[in-house]
């Protein structure tokens, strides 16, 4: 019911200045109320994808470290191998340095 119409559509009594003010402050604080809501869920939507976005790339970066860690690894593994092989090789280029006088 609005001021001024009493139960279906019938007239009723004037409403009072100071109750339709009060209604339309009411009504306005109730939309302004929506407004935040609306501007709140934007918001919180909006962080929802930041978020999702975010936590795709965490994982894709984290797909990277795990396949440079495995790279360092190999590398690591043949290096170890290269100097297992120098280390064998070194007494056989002695004895060879020692036969051509260079040692």
């Given at each position: 019911?609005?001021?001024?119409?009493?139960?279906?559509?019938?007239?009723?009594?004037?409403?009072?200045?100071?109750?339709?003010?009060?209604?339309a402050?009411?009504?306005?604080?109730?939309?302004?109320?929506?407004?935040?809501?609306?501007?709140?869920?934007?918001?919180?939507?909006?962080?929802?994808?930041?978020g999702?976005?975010?936590?795709?790339?965490?994982?894709?970066?984290?797909?990277?470290?795990?396949?440079?860690?495995?790279?360092?690894?190999?590398?690591?593994?043949?290096?170890?191998?290269?100097?297992?092989?120098?280390?064998?090789?070194?007494?056989?280029?002695?004895?060879?340095?020692?036969?051509?006088?260079?040692?």
């Amino acid at each position: 019911m609005r001021g001024g119409e009493g139960g279906a559509g019938v007239p009723g009594p004037p409403v009072p200045k100071s109750t339709a003010a009060a209604a339309a402050t009411a009504e306005a604080r109730l939309q302004a109320s929506r407004a935040r809501q609306a501007e709140s869920t934007r918001q919180l939507a909006e962080a929802q994808a930041a978020g999702a976005a975010s936590l795709v790339e965490l994982h894709r970066q984290g797909e990277v470290l795990q396949q440079s860690t495995q790279t360092l690894g190999d590398v690591n593994a043949q290096l170890d191998t290269a100097e297992d092989n120098l280390a064998s090789m070194g007494g056989g280029l002695t004895a060879w340095a020692r036969w051509l006088g260079l040692k």
